[in-house]
């Protein structure tokens, strides 16, 4: 069973750019939550679908952006990059609100 | 709103003993998941083991375990007969029974010395 693919691994942008980042889940799981990985930070809740709505979001402001398509892959975009938007993404999926979350290995982002 | 705190940054342990990684969390609900993730420098997260709130039995998954203290809000991980593939920074983490967001603590850096 494949896990959690994220792409791209690596990304280097300039500042005021915007960026998309995917995320394909786990097969059948509907549920992909994004987290924000810093050093300063630590892990921050971006937002979370579930079958193509935004169920949950975090204290982002709206240049984060994301949506999910019928086949529950994700994406995640991030507008007017900021120097502090240098960050490890992570997408994590699940298959439902009570079961684990699983991770996919990130995107590094870093804005120049 | 839900903290997890993990007040150690680092820890170190010699290869086959026991070392434990401490985290208390504060909440006001009474339907949550606790969680232990290993994040690897490999970046991935990868989930060790999960404690239900409403199960008093601490949860086990092989050399690791949980000690769950409901009333002190404390969920501390034992990892028994440790080994040099388990060096990584290890997540304590929350989540409400009521949505799928998981709150995490700073996490704490394990090294293992063989």
């Known amino acids: 069973k494949a896990g959690v693919t994220q792409t791209p691994r690596y990304l280097i942008k300039t500042r005021g750019q915007q960026v998309t980042l995917s995320c394909s889940p786990i097969?059948?799981?509907?549920?992909v939550s994004w987290y924000q990985q810093t050093p300063g930070q630590g892990l921050q809740f971006l937002f979370e679908?579930?079958?193509?709505?935004?169920?949950n979001k975090g204290n982002f402001p709206g240049r984060f952006s994301g949506r999910q398509f019928s086949n529950s892959r994700s994406e995640m975009n991030v507008s007017t990059l900021e120097l502090g938007d240098s960050a490890l993404y992570l997408c994590?999926?699940?298959?439902?609100?009570?079961?684990?979350?699983?991770f996919g290995q990130g995107t590094r982002l870093t804005v120049v | 709103a839900q903290t997890v705190t993990q007040s150690q940054p680092e820890m170190s342990v010699q290869e086959a003993e026991t070392v434990t990684l401490s985290c208390t969390y504060d909440?006001?609900?009474?339907?949550?998941?606790l969680f232990w993730y290993k994040q690897p420098p490999s970046r991935q997260m990868i989930l060790v083991i999960r404690?239900?709130?409403?199960?008093?039995q601490n949860a086990t998954e092989n050399r690791f375990s949980v000690n769950f203290q409901k009333a002190a809000k404390s969920f501390s991980l034992k990892i028994s007969d440790s080994q040099l593939g388990d060096a990584a920074m290890y997540f304590c983490?929350?989540?409400?029974?009521?949505?799928?967001?998981?709150?995490f603590g700073k996490g704490i850096t394990l090294s293992v010395r063989p």
């Open positions: 909440t006001s609900e009474s339907d949550y998941y």
């Open positions: 097969s059948g799981h509907r549920s």
């Open positions: 404690q239900e709130a409403y199960k008093q």
């Open positions: 679908y579930f079958s193509e709505t935004q169920r």
């Open positions: 994590a999926s699940s298959w439902g609100t009570y079961t684990e979350a699983f």
């Open positions: 983490a929350y989540r409400s029974g009521a949505n799928s967001k998981l709150t």
